[in-house]
């Protein structure tokens, strides 16, 4: 399974942007796809998460209320819908898969995805 995330970029705050997560590879067993975050210094933190089957989505505290997670079954795609940008969300942003189900409290744990995309840099300005 390869992941391909992409439409990072520098943005005010304030503004919106919206990254794309592509799949490829055997993703029809696909459980759970995140979006997670890392700043400089900082660790890697859960940002929202979608499960496949149940169609339920989480968001961190941090950003709910102002991103959106959704999916595009004929693209392969999951995207991750930023508002109200603040320079707090500034981060390399990475969207993850795991293939086997998976408990709610266990969705913000790194290592519980299975495949990672690189990663894309998200900056907000002031």
């Known amino acids: 399974v390869q992941l391909q995330a992409s439409g990072g970029g520098l943005v005010q705050a304030g503004g919106s942007l919206r990254l794309s997560c592509g799949t490829s590879?055997?993703?029809?067993?696909?459980?759970?796809m995140g979006w997670f975050r890392q700043a400089p210094g900082k660790e890697r933190e859960f940002v929202a998460a979608?499960?496949?089957?149940?169609?339920?989505?989480h968001y961190s505290d941090s950003v709910k209320d102002r991103f959106t997670i959704s999916r595009d079954n004929s693209k392969n795609t999951v995207y991750l819908q930023m508002n109200s940008l603040k320079p707090e969300d500034t981060a390399v942003y990475y969207c993850?898969?795991?293939?086997?189900?998976?408990?709610?409290?266990?969705?913000?744990?790194?290592?519980?995805?299975?495949?990672w995309g690189q990663g894309t840099l998200v900056t907000v300005s002031s």
């Open positions: 993850a898969f795991r293939a086997n189900r998976i408990i709610v409290s266990a969705l913000r744990i790194p290592s519980q995805y299975d495949y």
């Open positions: 979608f499960r496949w089957r149940g169609g339920d989505t």
């Open positions: 590879g055997r993703t029809f067993n696909t459980y759970v």
